[in-house]
């Protein structure tokens, strides 16, 4: 029974000692907006229309040049066109969404 009961003091303290440092973000500086915006579309859509919007690949559109609104641009995010699957469950949240779109928006007509 001591054992037990030194066993379990053993790691209450080991789980306190663990958790009393805060969270991993707490030392990271946070995104703006526009950067969570951009490091989302990296992250899930620069593999086919590239980092600069003009990469194409699989038929993914040119952004660069792209003259769709944000709600057109809204409706393929969330279900999809052609060979482009859906993102609404990848990017999880509406405001996530949007992020996407304002930093899409920002691709447009770049050299």
Known sequence: MVLRSSFFVASI???????SGGSKNDSL?????EEKGESLYV??????????????SSGA????VSKLSDQQIEQ???KGK????????VL???ENIKLVIEHVKTLKNKP
């Open 82 to 89: 052609n060979a482009m699957p859906a993102q609404e469950a």
């Open 92 to 94: 999880e949240t509406d």
């Open 76 to 78: 393929i995010i969330r």
């Open 43 to 56: 992250l899930n859509c620069a593999s086919c229309h590239g980092e600069d919007g003009k990469l194409g």
């Open 13 to 19: 303290l080991l789980l306190t000692a663990c958790g």
């Open 61 to 64: 559109k040119d952004l660069s």
């Open 29 to 33: 500086p946070s995104e703006t907006p």
